[in-house]
């Protein structure tokens, strides 16, 4: 049995006058997931193998509101976006770190109308400023030369033009990555994006996240690696849907490092 990782809180770091490095945004898929748990689980091995000094809000965490802004309830969202900001503002919080582009989109380019100013870092971006600065280091291990897709999240590449940290990182896992036809500026989205996650599609001739997963499995690859919780579902549920999840996994890339690095 691995040894358990402590995770403080904002408010033990407060009630010690002290305030972390970085503050952990775990997000709704993060925290309530099966899934997502692990990709959670994963970036804080990697965290605290990197002796990061960071922390989480815990149950003072509450949904960014990106769902319901998406779907178009502009009133609960600002509600939602308020009750975050004005616990991170008492918190002073200066810089954020997130594993769910939508959590990030969301702080980044939300939160500033409403009076909540961060800096805010993908995990991807993130996690390679760790390996530059020598605070993690980054071998192959299994995943050396293997074929490997990676699936751009829509708000991370699209929305915020973040195309080279998570490819990066895969370079340093010594893969062979195939990128898919649609790929950076012109990505396609998983089937989740705009509050689709939570519901069922409209109607049509193919599911989305079925055609996203048929260009995946057309790059004949190992792996899709995603760097999103709402991807990873959907492309998980598009290799099953084609009976492939024998032969071909879905992973975040900072589970794919964690697990290279045997966390």
Known sequence: MAEAIKVPTMAEYMAQGKSPEVLFWVGCAGSFDDRAKKITKAFVKLLAKAGVDFAVLGTEESCTG?????????????????????????????????????????????????????EVLHHTQFLKT?????????EGGKFKGKRITF?????????????????????KLEVELVEMKRCKTKG??????????????????????????????????????????????????????????????????????ASAEDL
Do not use: W
Not at 100 to 117: D, K, Q, R, S, V
Not at 151 to 171: F, G, M
């Open 66 to 118: 990106d769902p319901a802004k998406r779907a178009g309830n502009e009133f609960l969202f600002q509600m939602q976006a308020v009750t975050n900001i004005e616990v991170l503002n008492a918190y002073d919080v200066k810089k954020i770190v997130t594993a769910c582009p939508h959590c990030f989109n969301t702080i980044a380019n939300e939160y500033p109308g409403l009076g909540g100013n961060y």
């Open 130 to 138: 760790l390996i530059k600065e020598e605070r993690l280091t980054v």
């Open 188 to 257: 396609f989205c998983c089937g989740a994006g705009g509050a689709q996650m939570f519901k069922e599609p409209e109607p049509g001739t193919k599911d989305v996240n079925i055609a996203r997963t048929e260009e995946a499995l057309e790059t004949k690859s190992e792996v899709i690696a995603a760097a999103c919780p709402f991807c990873n579902t959907m492309m998980t549920d598009g290799v099953k849907n084609k009976e492939k999840e024998d032969a071909v996994a879905v992973m975040d890339i900072a589970e794919m490092i």
């Open 151 to 171: 699936h751009d999240p829509c708000y991370l590449a699209r929305a915020n033009r973040i195309y080279e940290a998570p490819r990066e990182l895969l370079e």
